[in-house]
């Protein structure tokens, strides 16, 4: 006795998405998935929102966290411990512009930028 060999192993196959939804469905799913991903790569790359409108934001006494919701996470750090006091320097890069913030007790004391627009 022998089994025809289109026969052997389908039974427990789970059917596909495909056949499950149809070809437009898993099409549309595969399309809306493609298109976050491609939004949230956008979304995250550095220095979107390194902008002068979004560096005039930043104010003198500000917190760290408050800078980092405006401008975002800084490309470099540099912080000094001295005795007396912590002073800290966010460096945000864009290309050929910078962006210098130094913070004396974690408030901003200072900003220097070379974005023009």
């Known amino acids: 006795m022998s089994v025809a060999p289109a026969t052997v192993g389908t039974a427990h ?17 595969n399309l809306l998935l493609a298109t976050s991903i491609v939004a949230l790569l956008v979304a ?12 005039d934001q930043v104010t003198e006494g500000m917190a760290k966290k408050q800078v980092e919701s405006i401008l975002g996470v800084p490309t470099s750090v540099d912080t000094k411990d ?36």
């Open 44 to 55: 995250c790359q550095p220095g979107k929102r390194l902008k002068k409108t979004n560096v």
């Open 13 to 29: 196959r789970a059917p596909r998405f495909s056949s499950l939804f149809g070809k437009s469905t898993a099409l549309r799913w």
């Open 82 to 117: 001295f005795v007396v006091m912590k002073k800290t320097t966010y460096i945000y890069r864009q290309g050929q512009d910078t962006i210098t913030i130094v913070f004396k007790e974690d408030k901003v004391e200072s900003k220097e930028t070379t974005l023009t627009e």
